[in-house]
């Protein structure tokens, strides 16, 4: 399914979103310290990937790095919205993530991967994850640092 010019009503049809749960004080240490200090050895850990290059971003790698992600990000969280995105901007660019979309039922209709939901005051919208930013300090920072890399040098393959 694609974000559609509706993809606001998207939210009361169908639960597509993983529900923002609150963790545990004992897991944010490991959200905030990688294993591995190299970021490519860390995103082939996310996905599980074995090879030496990182693999080329296309819908099965984009579900294992939701897996990942939904596993160790920090939902929900505050962030900035990049000024460039092509969804529905609020006019502050200050948000709160709430939920990240599991790449098979909802997907970026530009490929640019996962896709979140964000809340600004009142009124919610899809965006991509790639277009959030976070203070370096945030326990999300290098999560999201590592997705961003992956996303943008590995995202060219036509059949995303």
């Given at each position: ?94 948000v709160t993530v709430v939920a ?56 060219f393959d036509p059949r995303i």
């Open positions: 399914m694609h974000i559609s010019a509706n993809h606001r009503l998207l939210y009361a049809e169908t639960p597509l979103v993983s529900p923002a749960k609150p963790l545990p004080s004992s897991f944010w240490p490991e959200a905030q310290h990688p294993l591995t200090a190299d970021q490519e050895e860390r995103i082939r850990a996310a996905l599980g990937y074995t090879g030496h290059s990182l693999p080329a971003v296309r819908i099965e790698w984009l579900r294992r790095y939701y897996e990942y992600l939904t596993a160790h990000l920090l939902i929900p969280f505050a962030a900035r919205c990049a000024a460039d995105f092509a969804f529905p901007q609020p006019t502050d660019f200050s990240l979309f599991d790449p098979y039922k909802i997907a970026s209709p530009d490929s640019s991967g996962l896709v979140c939901r964000v809340r600004n005051r009142h009124v919610e919208s899809c965006t991509p994850l790639v277009d959030i930013e976070v203070d370096q300090r945030d326990a999300n920072s290098q999560l999201l640092e590592d997705y961003w890399y992956w996303i943008w040098n590995w995202r």
